[in-house]
């Protein structure tokens, strides 16, 4: 089961290090992994998605609060958090194939970053599911390149982590 | 002031009254800095891993913080075990390496190796000290991690042009706000409450305890519980010396290579009482299947080591003292556990009146053990090593009040001479032997060097069979063919070399004189080898 995973840590040189560096050697595999400075400069959130059980998860959350430099850690309720992932995605276009990529991209809300003569460059923000979708929609056109972020998370309502 | 001096300033402040090490370019100022503060004591020891396992032997009878002071590069990397093997028994250690310039910092330069990536697994936390400004503060912080919560080591990586920067001004922190580590110390009272009721209603319980009641200082605690409630109480290798062997309510050591009364005590109690322990595989072969014939309590000072190994049915994360006087404060109403303890009884006499085997022209271990024992004063320390020595001390020692020091948790081979160096530093006075095979003696006799320096009085006693007893007995055992690559051929005359230092010693290959050459080698002035021959095909389970 994918679980998302939410950790505040200090922002400082070496942290992702130890985090990923826990995960390698505790055996527990990452399927994501984000990482931005959050609103106070001195905070970064991670947000991890693990593919695994409840009690890998438990042992997860309880080794990345044993690190010094973790201040939290919350494994986010399937639910109640909003999680989105950016993608860019480059794909073979000419004159006969750009309306039918066009029209994919107004259904799924993708807006065109680039155009050439020869492909179009586009990007979406929506959760993996639905980038999935639309990377699959792509794939007759002949995709040149993607790139995804990895989903960042924050949890519904008035709380905070 | 300078960085390097102020790095000694403040451990100082620590209240660091020794240093293990080894020098080298890149620490070379610390060193300096060092030198004018006679009253910090320097052991300068013959490979930086044994700077570590002194450090640990210093720690675990002290109760301070064990200090080891290497260089860059090699002097980091040999260190590695040192760190390695504190981290996996949680004993409170700084490590301080030396470091190439900051500013070449990546570029491969002489003696550079990134320590603070290597020994990021098994270390509770590292810093690479990038301002000498810093120092005062990361020292402080380094002790304190050390040192509170589930102790381990930490590391200070300092590059040489910071121990050269200067310090405008010194000014040691008097508190620590580290926001990400608060380690818990009281247990939470509705699991207080909840273990109380389920030792009261238990007909079977059994208390095991591990390395962690001794880093919380709270042997007396667990004695009180256990004796007030009743309670048997088995151990892990960490915890052997928690209890006299003579004490009604001990029953050994469990595990793969333990006593047999306690393992039986394991598989037959109606409540298991963990303490300070991680019930790692070789202490509990099957946590899964005790899980299922028994209720569970789990009370230790790391929240991760509950359902790690083993899910509890009721954990209690805290300091393991605090919460033990929790408990002892509750009253707890004691189990009705008569004819329980009357049958364990039974099996820990079989247990203790086991006959050894014997050989004409060789001694037994746990005969030579049993022997010693008996003769080593209340508090004395046993720094035992790895392999067959370590099974047959844990296994057949006689505890009186005193400490069993071993490498539980990473079986490091060599630690046993360098730790009980580290005893003798911190308690020059106090009783204390090494136990050895002829494997583990050959990976730090260079120690004896400390030894001799120091003129302290150890008591090294070397099991001597000319084979890696405990591989060679795996390897003769389904799936292995047969004994390969552990015949010790080319070991030196151990009298000879020990003589090359100064140090006497006896040698006995005859079980009626054992006595009379135990009196000798204990009442011998200074520091002495007993060499003890054993027959190649000994095995632990004889």
């Known amino acids: ?161 | 002031m300078n960085g390097a001096q102020a790095l000694i300033e403040s451990l100082l402040q620590e209240q660091v009254d020794h240093i293990f090490g080894y020098a080298g370019a890149t620490i070379c100022p610390a060193v300096d800095a060092l030198k004018e503060h006679p009253e910090i004591g320097y052991t300068l020891v013959r490979t930086e891993q044994n700077a570590g396992h002194m450090a640990s032997g210093y720690a675990r009878v002290s109760g301070k913080v064990g200090v080891c002071m290497v260089t860059s590069g090699p002097g980091a990397t040999n260190l590695i075990t040192g760190i390695a093997t504190a981290y996996m028994d949680s004993i409170p250690m700084v490590a301080i390496t030396g470091q190439v310039p900051s500013s070449q910092l990546g570029r491969d330069i002489f003696q550079e190796v990134d320590i603070t990536g290597a020994v990021a697994p098994f270390s509770k936390h590292s810093y690479l000290v990038k301002d000498a400004n810093e120092i005062p503060r990361i020292v402080k912080e380094a002790f304190h991690i050390a040192s509170t919560g589930r102790p381990g080591p930490v590391l200070i990586d300092i590059p040489i042009d910071i121990q050269n920067q200067e310090v405008k001004h010194f000014h040691y922190p008097e508190e620590v706000n580290i926001r990400g580590y608060k380690p818990s110390v009281k247990g939470n009272e509705l699991q207080i409450k909840r273990v109380a009721e389920a030792i009261s209603r238990s007909k079977q319980p059994v208390i095991l305890a591990g390395g962690g009641v001794w880093l919380a200082n709270a042997r007396t605690e667990l004695l009180e519980l256990a004796e007030r409630c009743s309670i048997p109480v088995i151990k892990t290798m960490m915890g052997i010396s928690l209890m006299p062997t003579g004490h009604p309510l001990n029953l050994g050591m469990i595990g793969a290579h333990g006593n047999h009364c306690a393992n039986k005590a394991l598989a037959k109690a109606d409540l298991l009482i963990m303490v300070g322990t991680r019930a790692a595989d070789r202490a509990v072969i099957d946590p899964g299947e005790i899980q299922r014939r028994m209720a569970t309590i789990h009370i230790d000072v790391d929240p991760a080591e509950i359902g790690k190994n083993m899910q509890a049915a009721i954990p209690l994360v805290g300091d393991v003292k605090v919460i033990l006087q929790q408990l002892l404060d509750r009253n707890i109403t004691p189990p009705d556990s008569a004819a329980w303890l009357e049958r364990l009884r039974d099996y820990r006499k079989a247990e203790l009146g086991r006959v050894f085997p014997k050989r004409e022209g060789y001694v037994f271990p746990g005969t030579v053990l049993r022997k010693l024992g008996a003769k080593l004063a209340d508090d004395a320390a046993v720094c035992v090593d790895v392999g067959q020595n370590q099974i047959f001390t844990c296994k057949y020692l006689p505890q009186k009040n005193g400490r069993l020091l071993t490498s539980g948790g990473l079986g490091t081979m060599g630690y046993a001479l360098p730790a009980a160096v580290g005893v003798k530093v911190a308690q020059p006075d106090r009783q204390t032997v090494v136990v050895c095979g002829d494997g583990s003696f050959q990976m730090s006799m260079n120690e004896l060097a400390a030894v001799k320096c120091a003129g302290m009085d150890l008591k090294i006693v070397l099991f001597q069979n000319q084979v890696l007893g405990l591989v060679n007995q795996i390897q003769r055992t389904a799936p292995y063919h047969g004994p390969f690559g552990v015949a010790l051929d080319g070991s030196p005359d151990f009298p000879a070399i020990a003589a090359a230092y100064g140090i006497p010693s006896l040698t006995v290959s005859d079980e009626d004189k054992l006595d009379e050459t135990l009196d000798r080698f204990l009442g011998s002035e200074g520091c002495c080898l007993l060499i003890c021959r054993v027959h190649p095909d000994v095995s632990t389970t004889d």
């Open chain 1, 1 to 161: 089961m994918k679980q998302t995973i939410s950790v505040l840590v200090e922002n400082q040189a070496g942290v992702l290090n130890r985090i990923t560096g826990l995960f390698s050697r505790r055996a527990f595999n990452i399927e994501s992994l984000a990482v931005g400075v959050t609103d106070d400069p001195t905070i970064s959130r991670i947000t991890i998605i693990v593919d695994s059980g409840n009690s890998v998860v438990e042992q997860v959350e309880k080794q990345l609060n044993k690190l010094v430099e973790v201040i939290k850690v919350r494994t986010l309720d399937e639910n109640t958090f909003i999680g989105r992932e950016l993608m860019i995605l480059k794909v073979n276009a000419n004159n006969k194939t750009r309306q039918d990529i066009m029209t994919i991209c107004e259904i799924m809300g993708a807006k065109v970053d680039d155009i050439s003569p020869t492909s179009l460059t586009m990007e979406l923000s929506d959760t993996p599911d639905r980038l999935d979708t639309f990377q699959a929609m792509m794939r007759p056109f002949s995709i040149l390149e993607v790139a995804r972020t990895g989903v960042i998370a924050v949890q519904k309502g008035g709380g905070k982590i």
